[in-house]
């Protein structure tokens, strides 16, 4: 299976811009998804293959990369930002997703 | 709107089996894959598989090959899953997700989630 690496936390204050990273153990061309989740929620997607802003998602989130490299960013973020943001890749059968980065506010 | 409505929690015995629904509205049923992913306590997320259910064609996860089953009712824009031979590892919470785009490839409206816990 596709193994997708995330760093496990950040912490940033707000206003700041931050970048969460996923690493993919094997190509996954531009099949790179991300969600946000809350605790006690659902996750919501933010981006869809690694660069499309998903409907109703502010534009202070983007995605960029492709192959194994990629990156959510979060420019600013705010207050409603903590949470637990994945990576999900749909390229390789099966889907996998990363074990999450949880973002917290300084 | 889309919306996807899950059925409530279960509490259930190990060996035996569940079934849980998933209620789509707002959009063709028929017309978009519904997926189904697993979340244990402090885990990160599972991929199950998926329906089809304009023709009922599934595709799963190999590592819960015999474990679940996903079946769709278009008469009532209804998919289930059902999990058979419950262990304590099959304590999660279930999503259903709708695979959003032309092939589906990645979940943008998703169920609240089924809290499944397996105990004597």
């Known amino acids: 299976d596709t193994v997708l690496t995330q760093s496990p936390a950040l912490a940033v204050s707000p206003g700041e811009r931050v970048s969460i990273s996923c690493w993919a153990s094997?190509?996954?061309?531009?099949?790179m998804h991300w969600y946000q989740q809350k605790p006690g929620q659902q996750p919501k997607l933010l981006i869809y293959k690694a660069s499309n802003l998903a409907s109703g998602v502010p534009a202070r989130f983007s995605g960029r990369g492709s192959g194994t490299d990629f990156t959510l960013t979060i420019d600013p973020v705010e207050a409603d930002d903590p949470a637990t943001y994945f990576c999900?890749?749909?390229?390789?059968?099966?889907?996998?997703f990363g074990a999450g980065t949880k973002l917290e506010l300084k | 709107q889309v919306q996807l409505q899950q059925s409530g929690a279960e509490l259930v015995k190990p060996g035996s089996s569940v079934k849980i629904s998933c209620k789509a509205s707002g959009y063709t049923f028929t017309s978009y894959d519904m997926h189904w992913i697993k979340q244990q306590p402090g885990n990160g997320l599972e991929w199950i598989g998926w329906?089809?259910?304009?023709?009922?064609?599934?595709k799963y996860n190999q590592k819960f090959n015999g474990k679940a089953t996903v079946t769709a009712d278009k008469s009532s824009s209804t998919a289930y899953m059902q999990l058979s031979s419950l262990t304590s590892e099959d304590s999660a919470v279930y999503f259903c997700?709708?695979?959003?785009?032309?092939?589906?490839?990645?979940?943008?409206?998703w169920g609240q989630g089924v809290m499944v816990t397996v105990s004597s």
């Open positions: 999900h890749q749909s390229w390789n059968d099966p889907h996998t």
């Open positions: 329906i089809y259910p304009g023709n009922g064609n599934t």
């Open positions: 997700a709708r695979g959003g785009g032309f092939s589906g490839h990645y979940f943008d409206y």
């Open positions: 094997e190509g996954v061309n531009s099949y």
